[in-house]
């Protein structure tokens, strides 16, 4: 009984203490606390806007027979793959390139082609001195530069793909800082991996029938 006594003695000594402490320093941790909330505000309200275009699509396993299939096995990691493709450095470039030859590349900010209108709270809080320095450059600029790697790296960061549980969906999320250039984005994304898709299939099967038509030709000398 007087163990439990004690218990209980020592649990409100302990709370009276930490009130004390917090009474104490209530100044301290009012002004800290203030400080974080303004920051936080201030970052807010300067921060530029994202916008997020997300689709769905659908990864079907064709199944073809290629040689890789053939001698080695089928990859189990099918959908890993197709995220590590859309996510690639070649899927990106040649967004990039569509992009360039498209009628919108004079208007881009993922080109740095379209100047960023910045709000008037955010200009009033940074004096304008952020956006005043930022470059736009014309589309003749960035092709003679043949700085495309920097812009498949920059949409690359821009691009989110993630799998459905125990489904076959992929979705796919670009983000950029104006709502039509994230859809444009997503959908050029997602015409540039389906035309790749289409490719690798084609180029499987002339792979496929080539092979085919070798060992064919190598049958009938056998048997003459």
């Known amino acids: ?14 709370l009276i203490e930490i009130l004390y402490v917090l009474k104490k320093h209530i100044k301290v941790i009012f002004i800290s606390a203030s400080f974080f909330f303004v920051l936080s505000l201030y970052y807010t309200l300067i921060s530029k806007p994202i916008y997020k275009s997300t689709s769905v699509i659908m990864i079907e396993d064709e199944g073809s027979m290629s ?7 089928k990859d189990l990691n099918y959908i ?31 080109l740095e082609t379209k100047k960023y209108i910045s709000s008037k709270i955010r200009t009033l809080l940074t004096f304008g001195l952020i956006d005043r320095f930022s470059k736009t450059y014309s589309i003749n600029e960035i092709k003679k530069s043949d700085n495309i790697e920097r812009y498949a790296n920059k949409l690359r960061h821009s691009i989110y793909v993630n799998n459905e549980k125990k489904t076959d969906a992929l979705v796919i999320s670009v983000r950029s800082f104006d709502p039509e ?40 000398k056998e048997l003459n």
Do not use: C, P
């Not at 007087?2 to 409100?12: F, G, L, R, Y």
């Not at 793959?81 to 900010?109: A, C, F, G, M, P």
């Not at 994230?182 to 499987?204: C, H, K, M, R, S």
């Open 181 to 220: 250039e994230a859809a444009l984005l997503n959908n050029t994304l997602i015409n540039v991996y389906a035309q790749q898709d289409l490719e690798w299939i084609n180029g499987e099967m002339t792979h496929l029938k080539s092979f085919l038509v070798e060992q064919i030709n190598r049958k009938e």
């Open 67 to 73: 040689m890789l299939d053939i001698g080695m096995g």
């Open 80 to 110: 890993e793959n197709e995220i590590q493709i859309l996510k690639s450095r070649t899927t990106s470039e040649l967004v990039i390139e569509k992009l360039l030859n498209s009628e919108y590349s004079d208007n881009l900010y993922i």
């Open 1 to 14: 009984m007087d163990k439990n006594n004690s218990i209980i003695n020592e649990q409100e000594y302990s």
